[in-house]
């Protein structure tokens, strides 16, 4: 007998915009006595299951922390891991973005990675550039703080302080092509930011969750999004 599908959330409180910090695959890997890398693979097969459901439910754009720029402070071995698993996602999974009308977005300073995993990355963000679907926006080594920098010294260069306002700085922001973030999520049961998106998630819902990123599916995406749905946004107000 076929499993029937779970109901679609409500279209009017679905957030438009929806981060994740994704963590735990140290741990997941941990816990079963298997390699790093192991948890690393797990993550990237979680990746694929999140991106699938959040297109599912109507999400526009889904903003996934990668790597970060404290992630070069890891093993080296590590590093390389990692970057072979880009790789070999863009390889397996690009195909799909683009069938899928799905626009690929890149936050962060990729280029420092190696020549050959940057032409990919120029590559697939190319391939997708023309849909008009959602977006997946990749963040590949990013820091908020560096992000706000590099917004403070490119403004000071073109306008006087007096102009400098919120409106300018979001106008700078890598992220100023997507919809205001509505909710961020960490896995693992962590409960910090660790320098994603803080200008972004000024008035973002933020919800910590104890399941560890490999285990993470479309039911704990989808409870993420009916506990979005609970909450009353005042942005200050009443």
């Known amino acids: 007998m076929a499993t029937a599908l779970a109901p679609r959330p409500d279209p009017e409180l679905i957030p438009r915009h929806v981060a ?119 963040a590949l080594n990013y820091g908020a703080q560096a992000e706000l920098a590099a917004v403070a010294r490119r403004l000071a260069e073109r306008l006087p302080p007096e102009q400098i306002d919120e409106a300018a700085i979001e106008a700078e922001l890598e992220t100023r092509e997507l919809p205001p973030l509505d909710l961020l999520i960490r896995s693992s049961g962590e409960q910090r930011l660790s320098n994603f998106l803080l200008w972004q998630a000024a008035y973002a819902e933020l919800l910590f969750v104890d399941t560890l990123w490999p285990d993470f599916d479309e039911a704990a995406l ?16 009443l």
């Open 222 to 237: 989808r409870d993420a999004v009916d506990a979005f749905g609970r909450r009353q946004r005042r942005y200050g107000g």
């Open 20 to 138: 994740i910090i994704m963590d735990g695959n140290g741990r997941w890997a941990k816990q079963r006595h298997l390699p790093r890398l192991a948890g690393h693979k797990a993550g990237v097969e979680a990746v694929r299951r999140v991106t699938r459901a959040a297109r599912a439910m109507g999400i526009e754009a889904l903003t996934l922390y990668a790597f970060s720029s404290e992630n070069w402070r890891r093993p080296e071995s590590e590093v390389s891991d990692l970057m072979g698993l880009l790789r070999l996602f863009i390889r397996a999974d690009l195909a799909e973005l683009v069938r899928e009308n799905v626009r690929l977005r890149i936050i962060g300073d990729y280029r420092r990675f190696a020549p050959d995993l940057v032409a990919m990355v120029d590559d697939a963000v190319a391939r997708t550039a023309r849909n008009t679907g959602p977006i997946l926006a990749i």
